[in-house]
Structure formats: structure tokens, C-alpha cells
């Protein structure tokens, strides 16, 4: 049972990059997906939730209106399509998942990564001046 985080890499400023995140062993379905990131002395930033395939979506401030995140049930897969990067936007990204039910009962906050049931491994995205 597990998430894997992939698609970082090295991009220059305002190209684009697509990170994907795909469970096995369990039904991303039925998952509320946040994705994450946190830059070394830093603390960890929430910066994009789905709660369904149709939605809600939420986003950090920082990220509104350059990232989307996405999700294909079929493959079980998240996305985050991130734009017009910039140099801040360089850290180690992760995805996490928590059970929507449990999302809803204990009333998750989006962006809060403090309580999901499930981390893939970092994916680097490095964005170049």
C-alpha cells in the first residue's frame, strides 16, 4: 500500500511542469489527495487539495491560479499541473491521502497535512532563474 510521487525535475522560470501521484494497494477514489511541499529549514506547505473528482478544490495562496490539481479515478491518479513557475517554488513535493469519510468526520482542514493516511516519497522540482 502506497503512494509514488513522480514528474519533478529542473525547469526554467515560467515553464511548466506536471507531477503525478498514483496509489497501489488501495482506491485513491475514495481519498481526499493533498499535495505538499517543504524547502530544507522550512516548514512543510499544504498547496493544493480535492476532495472528488468534480471537487472542491483548494489551493494555498502561493500557488492559486498557476497550479491545478486534477485527479483520473480510472487510473488512480492525481496530478498537479503546475505553471508559470518561479525559483519559490523549488522543494521536494509529496502527495498524501486520507479517506474522504474520515476527512468529513474529523473536519480536515485542506491544505493540513498533519492527519493523512498515506505519503509517497518526494518528488524534486527545481525551478532555474
Known amino acids: 500500500v502506497q503512494l509514488q510521487a513522480s514528474g519533478g525535475g529542473l525547469v526554467q522560470a515560467g515553464g511548466s511542469l506536471r507531477l503525478s501521484c498514483t496509489a497501489s494497494?488501495?482506491?485513491?477514489?475514495?481519498?481526499?489527495i493533498v499535495w505538499l511541499r517543504q524547502v530544507p529549514g522550512k516548514e512543510r506547505e499544504g498547496v493544493a487539495c480535492?476532495?472528488?473528482?468534480?471537487?472542491?478544490?483548494y489551493y494555498a495562496d502561493s500557488v492559486q491560479g498557476r497550479f491545478t490539481i486534477s485527479r483520473d479515478n480510472s487510473k488512480n491518479t492525481a496530478y498537479l499541473q503546475m505553471n508559470s513557475l518561479s525559483p519559490e517554488d523549488t522543494a521536494l513535493y509529496y502527495c498524501?491521502?486520507?479517506?474522504?469519510?474520515?476527512?468529513?468526520?474529523?473536519?480536515?482542514?485542506?491544505?493540513?497535512?498533519?492527519?493523512?493516511?498515506?505519503w509517497g516519497k518526494g518528488t524534486l522540482v527545481t525551478v532555474s532563474s
Open positions: 498524501a491521502s486520507v479517506s474522504r469519510t474520515r476527512w468529513f468526520l474529523e473536519r480536515l482542514s485542506p491544505l493540513d497535512g498533519g492527519r493523512m493516511e498515506y
Open positions: 480535492i476532495v472528488r473528482t468534480d471537487g472542491p478544490t
Open positions: 494497494g488501495f482506491g485513491l477514489a475514495s481519498h481526499v
